[in-house]
Each structure stands twice: as C-alpha cells, then as structure tokens.
C-alpha cells in the first residue's frame, strides 16, 4: 500500500448552527489522482480549507505528511483555490518568476520553469503583457503555472477547469496527468465528471457533509451496474435460462442476469451457446451515478 500525504479522520465542522462537514474520514495515498465531488454546498472548499489551515475544525484530525499543515509545508504544496486572484497590473513573466521564487525557487530555476510553461500552455508570447489584458481562459492558465510552477508534490486544485473551453480544458487535464507521471499526487474538486472518469485513480463524493462513496472509480461504476451485457452474435440464443433473460433484436440481444447468477457462468453460457461477436459490460456513467446519488 502507498504511504498517505493527506488523512482525515473523523472531521467535522460547523457554521453557526448549520454542521457542514459531519465525521468524514478518507485518504489520499502518494502519487494518486483523487477526486473530490459533492454538489455546491455540500463541503469541498470548507474540507480543503481546513486541510490548510486556512479555517479551524470543530473536531477530528486534518494531516499532510502525517502532520498539521503550516508554511513549512509550503514547498511540497501547489494550491489552486476556488477564488482565482493574480495581480493584473503585473507582467506574466514577472508574475510566474516572482512566485516560483517564493516557493524557493532560484530566479535562473523560476524563470526556466516559467517559460517552459508558458511554451506548453500556448503563452510563450505574452510574456512581456500585462495580466489585466489577457482573456479570462488566459488568467486561469496563469493561475494554474503559479501553483505547479515548483513542481510540488502535492496538488490541491479547487475547480481547476472552472471557465475554459473544451480545448483548454483537455490541455490542463493533460497538464495534470504529466504531473502526474513525473510524481505528483493530484487532489482536485469538479462538477464536471468526465474529468474524473479521464484522469482519477480514486474518488471521495459527499452529500450534506458526510461520504456517500468512496473508493476506486472503477469500483464505483461497478457498484451501479445493472448486470446487464450486451450482446452482438450469430447463432441461436435462447430468451431465457436459468442463468439470464434476453431481449433478442436480430444478431443483437441485452442480456439480464438473474439473482444468483455471475457474469463469469453467463459469460460461459454464451461462449459455448453461440458465436460472440462482441460482449460488453453495461456500466453508467459518473454523471449518471452523480446524478442518482445526490437525488436521493
């Protein structure tokens, strides 16, 4: 088992009389992309921020490295809070060297780095512009090489795809999967679920503060599956079995497994039964399981 960069045990936490976070406990194991989900409201920048010490919990324990986060920590972390904020009369070079020297980079290490970032993201020629005139998707893509500009080890992205088009969405996606690969572990928030089916190990969704699932993505799909297999063959199959009912459309047949049944026996029936085409697994989307999660 990987080592744990983030533990959370037992977190609860309060606003005045509404409880935001209720006794949640998950973790995050090194070099890991997790993902966090839960509709608006439901906690995710009130865990992150408590996490960074940023707000207080009531109760519980909230670890980095197995200890409390203060500015010691500071060179392992990148953080992209939900609140963008840049300086907009400064220049996008200046702007990247001027954090990565913060962060305990050298000005030669900062401004190699920031180059090199701003050639990935499509703005090696603005580098001499003021942040006030970029586009909104422009900013963000400058936000972002603050926080990875030190390539930490740990990313805590809040929405980090919030405002970018299609196009820009897929290059941070790919940004973060490159990090990713060169060791980073990536924690990041979204509604957008798709992004989580493309680049998350595992997933943590909560609902009014408490987790609701938990786990691997692939386990979570797997969960919500409707023992259904769909079937393209030749031959003849018959529409039902003790193992299964079949819905037959021609050569095309929804297989639905009975209680009891396994896919494996099913799979073996049909193999012996008739020619196989192609056989696939019915498992829903994480926008459907989000969707039919949070209307509960």
């Known amino acids: ?44 920048t009130t865990t992150i921020r408590c996490l960074l010490n940023i707000l207080q919990e009531d109760s519980g324990e909230l670890l980095i490295n197995n200890e409390v986060y203060s500015p010691t920590l500071s060179s392992l972390l990148g953080y ?12 996008v070079l200046e702007t990247l060297v001027y954090f990565g020297q ?41 936000q972002l090489g603050i ?27 790919n940004i973060l ?12 928030s979204t509604h957008q679920m798709e992004e989580v089916e493309k680049i998350a190990d595992r997933l943590l969704m909560i609902k009014d503060g408490r987790a609701v699932l938990y786990g691997s993505v692939a386990a979570v799909k797997s969960k919500y599956s409707d023992n259904s297999l769909y079937l393209n063959f030749e031959g003849k ?5 003790n193992l299964f009912n079949a ?20 799979i073996k029936y049909l193999a012996d039964s008739v020619n196989v085409l192609k056989l696939e697994e019915s498992t829903p989307s994480l926008n459907d399981i989000f969707i039919q999660v949070m209307n509960k």
């Open 80 to 91: 992209l809070p939900e609140e963008r904020g840049l300086y907009l009369t400064s220049r």
């Open 1 to 44: 088992m990987s080592k744990e960069i983030i533990t959370v045990k037992n977190f609860s936490k309060s606003f005045g009389t509404k409880k935001v976070i209720d006794d949640l406990t998950f973790e995050v194991f090194e070099g890991e992309v997790f993902a966090f989900l839960g509709a608006n409201g439901s906690g995710k």
């Open 247 to 266: 819905v037959i459309n021609k050569n095309r047949a929804v297989i639905r497994l009975k209680d009891g049944a396994s896919k494996q026996e099913v």
């Open 237 to 241: 199959l018959q529409e039902e079995t």
């Open 147 to 173: 926080t990875v500009i030190n390539k930490p080890k740990l990313l805590i992205l809040d929405e980090p795809t919030k405002g970018l088009d299609p196009v820009n969405r897929e290059l941070l996606l």
């Open 177 to 188: 999967l490159e990090l990713n690969k060169n060791g980073s572990t990536i924690v990041f």
């Open 102 to 142: 913060l962060k305990g980079l050298s000005k030669i290490e900062a401004t190699e780095n920031a180059r090199n970032y701003l050639q990935r993201v499509d703005l090696a020629d603005k580098e001499n512009v003021d942040i006030k005139k970029l586009s909104s998707g422009q900013q963000q893509k400058i």
